[in-house]
């Protein structure tokens, strides 16, 4: 049975309970004493999923795990197995677990957080709102108008990323590639207006525009978007 937010005890508010942590159905949850000083790397199974959060149980402890969309969207339903590289969070009154399907995604977000007045909730903002690869590009060319297009980044957060970002990203070569097959082009950015207009996130809608297009190279705008539909129907 998914455990309710309200059910869920948060690893910094478990201490309160005891060294061994609460239990909530039969389902113990980490508390700050019970866990590492730094947990760096879960593998466990879905116990329950929403956007941008997750509950991962690793041996009969539930870990609450804020995720980005870019890591969210690569998720199996609940009861599959998962494995996330986690960042640990500790303040004074709280420790929160941020979790990432790629060594890059936890790259940014740690580069994120360490510039001044951005803290782990906009850095989730940043990476759900605009894939890795295409952050990395859009800072590396000062675009602060894709940077802004992002929901919750002004203007002034977007000129402190590329300020304080630009001459310390992530050395991935390969990450700011553009492959081939993606290309910006005409019809991908109809297509992808298209899908964003119809309540689609932008990262999961590049992601089925990019297969859209691999899948009917030679297809029009209508024909297109029918098979971005198909992908995310998946």
Do not use: W
Not at 70 to 76: E, R
Not at 128 to 145: C, N, T, V
Not at 199 to 220: C, F, M, N
């Amino acid at each position: 049975m998914p455990l309710s937010r309200d059910e869920t005890i948060r690893a910094g508010e478990a201490g309160d309970h005891g060294r061994g942590g609460a239990t909530v159905h039969g389902q113990k949850l980490a508390s700050v004493q019970a866990c590492p000083d730094v947990i760096a790397y879960l593998h466990g199974r879905i116990l329950d999923k929403q956007p941008n959060r997750i509950i991962v149980d690793v041996a009969g402890v539930g870990y609450d795990v804020s995720v980005p969309l870019s890591t969210f969207y690569g998720l199996g339903d609940a009861g599959s197995d998962i494995a996330l590289r986690i960042h640990t969070h500790v303040r004074e009154d709280a420790l929160s677990l941020y979790g990432f399907a790629t060594k890059l995604e936890q790259d940014l977000f740690e580069r994120l957080i360490a510039i001044s007045g951005i803290g782990p909730k906009v850095a989730l903002a940043v990476l759900s709102g605009i894939e890795p690869p295409e952050l990395i590009r859009a800072i590396e060319r000062g675009d602060l108008a894709r940077l802004t297009a992002i929901p919750g980044v002004g203007k002034k957060t977007s000129e402190r990323i590329v300020l304080e970002m630009k001459d310390r990203l992530p050395n991935v070569h390969a990450a700011t590639t553009v492959e081939e097959g993606s290309r910006p082009s005409a019809l991908r950015d109809d297509v992808l207006s298209a899908l964003m207009n119809l309540g689609y996130h932008r990262p999961l809608a590049e992601k089925s525009v990019d297969s859209a297009i691999k899948t009917v190279p030679e297809g029009d705008f209508e024909r297109t978007l029918k098979q971005a539909l198909r992908e995310l129907a998946r």
